[in-house]
T-cell receptor, first 114, second 111 residues
Framework: GDSVTQKQGQVTLSEDDFLFINCTYS??????LLWYVQYLGQGPQLLLK?????NKGISRGFEATYDKGTTSFHLQKASVQESDSAVYFC?????????????FGSGTQLTVMP | GGIITQTPKFLIGQEGQKLTLKCQQN?????MYWYRQDSGKGLRLIYY???????QKGDLSEGYDASREKKSSFSLTVTSAQKNEMAVFLC??????????FGEGSKLTVL
């Protein structure tokens, strides 16, 4: 079945550092890939969505792209701020069930030091 | 905008107890979800519902029941709480397209 793997459990950066988080996916259909962000004490919220139609998503200074050849998708930001500290989840839309289900990665805890 | 309201925010129960979590949404979304979040394990789907009175099992449904009596509400019952079920339970709703709107979560502690 469809799956997604997110190996970076924790990332610690300083303000203005470059952020790069990677996930790999497996699906037999055209992928719809998403990034969710979860701030402390809140539920996850959609950050970016990437499909085969747009190949790239940009929001709040974050950019998401995917590579069909390596079946991977990435989240990057040129210059992180302390306020970006949160857990970032990649997710794959699973259409095999006939409804919009998401398969989530295990999350990357980003800590940005001032 | 809309909101997802989960109650209670914190739930403490005894091992073997039946415990219920409630979720309300005012987005008027058809589909609602219950996820369980364990530290370091991401979000795992317990149940979802595509319309009132519909229930679909996710990968983690064993040990749980769900109920969708109204479009705006979706409840989850832990049928017999176990100590290894201490986790955060997240409710969400969606119109489709992959965008889910989540509540703030209900943290379950089993003594």
């Amino acid at each position: 079945g469809d799956s997604v793997t997110q190996k970076q459990g924790q990332v610690t950066l300083s303000e203005d550092d470059f952020l790069f988080i990677n996930c790999t996916y497996s699906t037999t259909t055209y992928p719809t890939l998403l990034w969710y962000v979860q701030y402390l004490g809140q539920g996850p919220q959609l950050l970016l969505k990437v499909t085969t139609a747009n190949n790239k998503g940009i929001s709040r200074g974050f950019e998401a792209t995917y590579d069909k050849g390596t079946t991977s998708f990435h989240l990057q930001k040129a210059s992180v701020q302390e306020s970006d500290s949160a857990v970032y989840f990649c997710a794959l839309v699973d259409l095999t069930s006939g409804s919009w289900q998401l398969i989530f990665g295990s999350g990357t805890q980003l800590t940005v030091m001032p | 905008g809309g909101i997802i309201t989960q109650t209670p925010k914190f739930l403490i129960g005894q091992e073997g107890q039946k415990l219920t979590l409630k979720c309300q949404q005012n987005f008027n979304h058809d589909t609602m979800y219950w996820y369980r979040q364990d530290s370091g394990k991401g979000l795992r789907l317990i149940y979802y519902s595509i319309t009132e009175n519909d229930l679909q099992k996710g990968d983690l449904s064993e040990g749980y029941d769900a109920s969708r009596e109204k479009k705006s509400s979706f409840s989850l019952t832990v049928t017999s709480a176990q100590k290894n079920e201490m986790a955060v339970f997240l409710c969400a709703s969606s119109l489709g397209g992959g965008q889910l709107y989540f509540g703030e979560g209900s943290k379950l502690t089993v003594l």
